[in-house]
């Protein structure tokens, strides 16, 4: 069955077409379309079964049953992304991340979601575990060395469906961003920790300097030639921040720790940024869904989390802040809600986002940045006043609308874009959508069972 809409965003998408796959590959993806003949796939399948009885010994998970592989050239795994996204993505699911991705101006005009993250996955890929097909597929034509590494790190995949489900382990996360970037890196920072340990066969005695090893490598590779700083560190947070996780569990409470975890899965990219934070059960506020805005269509919902407020402010802002500065200010992320609305007959599109902070001061330190995201936002001179509630910060130009509201340890956001209406007409509605989200929405706790469409 495929995923409806209204949730996910772009991570269910995302998720799919990384398919729990490693993507550093050694070799220029042109040197890798061949298809392996008989002699190479029995000896890659040989080397596999041996990697995963060692990786099984290594992680103390013994192999439940045997994991078919396949061996494929580049063009065939390409394919089988194609097909995984065919048969995991509702079509309506990717026009909505592409639709909101573009809204937040993380997608130049010509670029389409679905295509970007293909070619990309589809050119860097060195192979994936499916947990659908329990299946993992090797890359052909790859050095002995990097097929080694490759198949630790994917095996491990394999061990983590057959003790937890991989499926399990995400619980919502399909459709929840948040969640499915903190489960991700649970998923994503075990198996690369355990890649990082194979070579020496046993469990480092020192986790931390794992992370010093990889992860501080990994945060700083730059993006590919037009891809967005946030769209590229999404795909490697689950890597980079899920090896710094896990290695600060196993750090604080030792390897077996780092098992338990599957129990009870981190819920938000916060416990995942601050470790100490899932260990003292710190759980994030879930914002039930606001009102519907009058003449509007929903099209997207989701929760950005932490790591995300962090990214788009570094983002948006660029060098006008200090990334300290900006750390700060996503640091008292409690939870948030963000919605994609569009008008019938109209191009205008309104993108809401409603967080609730730690406190009245967090919510004031992210309200301090509401001059400078509105003027680039709009490009126009940001008003101060007050609101209905409390401080607001606005800005308009011909095409685009900016509103920013502060209400105790809320903060209310309204990004707005399309021609075809007068400057007081769109004051009055970003108005209304600010009171809509500050006044109509349900604070709900994490874990309880949060209404999911």
Known sequence: MKRRIEEGLWLRAAACLQCAALMISAEPAAAQTSTAGPTETEALQTMSDRV????????????????????????????????????????????AADRLLHRLRLLRPEQHYEQVMLKLLGDEIAGFYDPRAKTFFILSDMPESTQVGIMSHELHHALQDQHFGIDRVRGYGDRVQDVGLATSALLEGDALATMLMYPSGELSASP??????????????????????????????????????VTAVAEAKGWAAVT??????????????????????????????????????????????????????????????????????AAGWDGDRLSGWRFAGSDR???????VWDSEE?????????????????????????????????????????????????????LDEGCGIAPEPRAEELARASEVM???TERLRYPAAPHIP
């Open 52 to 95: 995963a009885r060692e990786v099984a010994a290594l992680r103390g998970l013994p192999l439940l049953r045997p994991v078919e592989r396949r061996v494929e050239g580049r063009a065939g795994l390409r394919h089988r992304l194609e097909e995984m996204t065919r048969e995991e993505v509702a079509p309506d699911l990717l026009e």
């Open 208 to 245: 931390r300097l794992l992370d010093k090893l990889m992860g501080a490598s990994m945060q700083a590779a730059a993006a590919p030639a037009g891809l967005s700083e946030t769209i590229w560190q999404s795909i490697l947070f689950p890597y980079a921040s899920g090896l710094s996780f």
């Open 362 to 414: 967090d919510a004031e330190g992210f309200a301090r940045l509401g001059p400078l995201l509105a003027t680039w936002w709009t490009g126009g001179a940001p008003t101060s006043s007050e609101g209905a509630h409390g401080g607001t910060v606005t800005a308009g130009a011909t095409c685009s609308g900016f509103r920013l509201e502060r209400w105790g340890d809320l903060t209310a956001v309204v």
């Open 260 to 329: 338990e975890l599957y129990a009870s899965p981190p819920q938000s990219t916060e416990q995942v940024l601050h470790p100490e934070r899932y260990l003292e059960r710190d759980e994030p506020t879930w914002l039930e869904h606001p009102s519907p805005l009058p003449g509007a269509e929903r099209y997207a919902v989701d929760v950005m989390g932490e790591w995300m407020v962090h990214s788009l402010l570094g983002e948006w802002l660029g060098a006008s802040v200090a990334p300290a500065a900006v750390a700060r200010a």
């Open 349 to 355: 599109e309104l993108v809401t986002w409603l967080l």
């Open 438 to 440: 500050l006044c109509g």
